[in-house]
């Protein structure tokens, strides 16, 4: 049986093991931080394809991978919100192609995750709640800023509403 000390040892021993890795949300998706990210032992031990950089400086991977830069600060106020469809496509599109994507930022926290649980919202279909909970049980750090949560709930409303116009065109289209 374990003592609450060592589940809390663990726990804050958790986010230093996290620092160099990358963590498998799906068999097709990572996030990482940026170090590891430039790690070209972990992107070819793992296979990464396509690298999403969720930040204004930190650099890519030095390997040739399918790139795509999201120039963000990690405040509440940017918009976060105006990227998340493209980066959800790409992910799904590198899927398509048999690929895997990693999504990074500074320190794999806050920017990364919110584009990760986009995806999960859109391709999933889940909630922000249900697909934060995927993303932290393999990246036990993240924590999107309050500004990129309300974004995230925002997405999550946009996608339901989307859903339910395709669905009543799709209904509609059938009578017709």
């Known amino acids: 049986m374990r003592s609450?000390?060592?589940?809390?040892?663990?726990?804050?021993?958790?986010p230093e093991?996290?620092?160099?890795?990358?963590?498998?949300?799906?068999?097709?998706?990572?996030?990482?931080?940026?170090?590891?990210?430039?790690?070209?032992?972990?992107?070819?031990?793992?296979?990464?394809?396509?690298?999403?950089?969720?930040?204004?400086?930190?650099?890519?991977p030095a390997v040739?991978?399918?790139q795509l830069r999201?120039?963000?600060?990690?405040?509440?106020q940017q918009d976060l919100y105006a990227h998340l469809d493209v980066c959800a496509d790409a992910i799904a599109a590198e899927e398509q192609r048999g690929g895997r994507t990693l999504v990074f930022c500074k320190n794999g926290r806050s920017r990364s995750a919110t584009v990760c649980t986009a995806y999960l919202l859109k391709y999933q279909q889940l909630?922000?709640?249900g697909a934060l909970q995927i993303v932290r049980a393999t990246r036990h750090v993240i924590q999107?800023?309050?500004?990129?949560?309300?974004?995230?709930?925002?997405y999550?409303?946009?996608?339901?509403?989307?859903?339910?116009?395709?669905?009543?065109?799709?209904?509609?289209?059938?009578?017709?």
Request: hydrophobic share 30%.
């Open 17 to 60: 093991s996290q620092m160099l890795e990358l963590c498998k949300i799906t068999p097709f998706l990572y996030i990482s931080n940026a170090r590891s990210a430039c790690s070209t032992a972990l992107l070819l031990q793992e296979r990464i394809t396509q690298c999403i950089n969720v930040s204004t400086k930190q650099p890519f």
């Open 4 to 14: 609450l000390n060592q589940d809390q040892n663990q726990t804050r021993t958790r």
């Open 156 to 176: 999550e409303s946009d996608l339901r509403e989307r859903r339910e116009m395709t669905s009543s065109r799709s209904i509609q289209s059938a009578e017709s």
């Open 144 to 154: 999107p800023n309050p500004g990129f949560m309300l974004q995230l709930q925002t």
């Open 70 to 76: 999201v120039s963000v600060l990690d405040e509440p």
């Open 127 to 129: 909630s922000v709640e």
């Open 64 to 66: 040739m991978l399918t």
